[in-house]
C-alpha cells in the first residue's frame, strides 16, 4: 500500500529544528546582554532621538518601565552633583559662597498688610484692651467645659475624654439634647471661662467650636486627621497631671493673632516645666497642627520629644464677635472659598 501523502506546509519534528547561524570571527552578535563589538568592547547603548518623548511609547507597560529608569537616572544625577558641590565647599572652607534659600510657598508668600509688627502700639493697646487681657494679666485662671453635639459615638466621646487630660482644669459634660444658648448661660454662672464644642459626621470627629466666656469670640474650626492615642505608633505614657507649656508657631497675622491668643487662654499661664509636657498648635498654610509632646533628655546635649496624643488638624472657617449666636451674630471674619482661595501662596493666619 502507497504511504499516505504529507499534508501541504506539515513538516517532521526533525525538519522544526533548525541551527543557529554561526558567526564568523570579529563579527557582532544580533542580540544578548553580553554582546561585543570587534575588539572586545561592549556595545553602546542604543541613544533615544533628542526629540523624542517617553509619552511617545504606545505600551503601558514599556513605558512606565523607560519612565521609571529615566527618574532613576535623574536621582542619580541629583545626588552626584549634591556631592560635588558638597566637596567643593569643604575644599572652600569659610570662604564657601552661602547657602542658596530654597524657594517654598511659605516664604514666596503674598503680602499681608495685616502682619502683626511686635512694637506696633496700636495692637499692644488693643491686646491690653480685648477680652484675653485678664487671663495674660493674670487676673482670672482658666476653667474649661468641654461637651459633644448630640448622640455623640465613641470616637468623639473618646477625643473629648483626652482633650480633658490635655487641657488642665477643663471638664466634660453631655449635651443630652440640649441647645447650645442654653449651654452658655450655665456655663457663665459657674465660671467657666471657654466653652468647646466637638461635632462629628458619620460618627468622625469633623468640626470643633471654641467660644471664649463671657464676651467671645467664638471661633469655628473644621477638624480632620483626627489620631487618638491607641492610633499613634511608639507613643509615650498616658501624661501627667502637670501643666503643659504651651508653643504658638507661624500666627502672624491680626487673625492669627487672635486665633493664637484664644488657643493661649485655654491653659494656665504658669506651666510646670517639671512634667516635660508641651502643647503646640503649628500654623502652616492656615492649617493649624495640634500635638502633645513629652520631652526626653538623652544626654546633657541631647533631646528627644514623645508624643502623647491625641493629634488633629483644624481649618479655620468662621470668627464671631459675642459668643455662639449663628442667627443674629456679628462675623469678623468668614471663609469664602470662591474669594480667598485664588492664590496659593496667599495666607490668613
Partial sequence: MAK?????????KKNLKRKAPTEEPGETTAAGDGATES????????????????????????????FTRWKQQQRKEKLA????????????????????????????RVHDETVVDPNDEEVAYDEATDEFASYFNRQTSPKILI???????????????????????S???YRRGLALK???????SRDFTDLIVINEDRKTPNGLILSHLPNGPTAHFKVSSVRLRKEIKRRGKDPTEHKPEIILNNFTTRLGHSI???????????????????????????????????YIFKSEKKVGIQELG????????????????????EYEWVHKPREMDTSRRKFHL
Fill in 310 to 329: 491625641p493629634r488633629f488638624t483644624l481649618k479655620l472657617r468662621s470668627l464671631q464677635k459675642g459668643t455662639f449666636d449663628s442667627k443674629y451674630g
Fill in 147 to 169: 461637651t459633644t453635639s448630640d448622640r455623640p459615638h465613641g470616637r468623639t466621646v473618646k477625643l473629648c475624654e483626652q482633650l480633658s487630660t490635655v487641657i488642665p482644669n
Fill in 4 to 12: 499516505a501523502a504529507e499534508r501541504p506546509g506539515s513538516a517532521g
Fill in 81 to 108: 552633583a549634591k556631592k560635588k558641590l558638597k566637596k567643593q565647599r569643604e575644599a572652600l572652607g569659610d570662604k564657601a559662597p552661602p547657602k542658596p534659600v530654597p524657594k517654598t510657598i511659605e516664604n514666596q
Fill in 39 to 66: 575588539g572586545g568592547q561592549p556595545p553602546k547603548a542604543a541613544a533615544f532621538p533628542a526629540s523624542f518623548s517617553i509619552s511617545e511609547i504606545k505600551n503601558k507597560q514599556r513605558r512606565h518601565l523607560m
Fill in 182 to 188: 442654653k449651654i452658655i448661660p450655665q456655663c457663665i
Fill in 171 to 173: 471638664h466634660v459634660y
Fill in 260 to 294: 493664637g491668643r484664644m488657643f493661649a487662654s485655654l491653659f494656665p499661664h504658669n506651666p510646670q516645666f517639671i512634667g516635660r509636657q508641651v502643647a503646640t498648635f503649628h500654623n502652616q498654610r492656615d492649617y493649624i497642627f495640634f500635638r502633645f509632646h513629652r
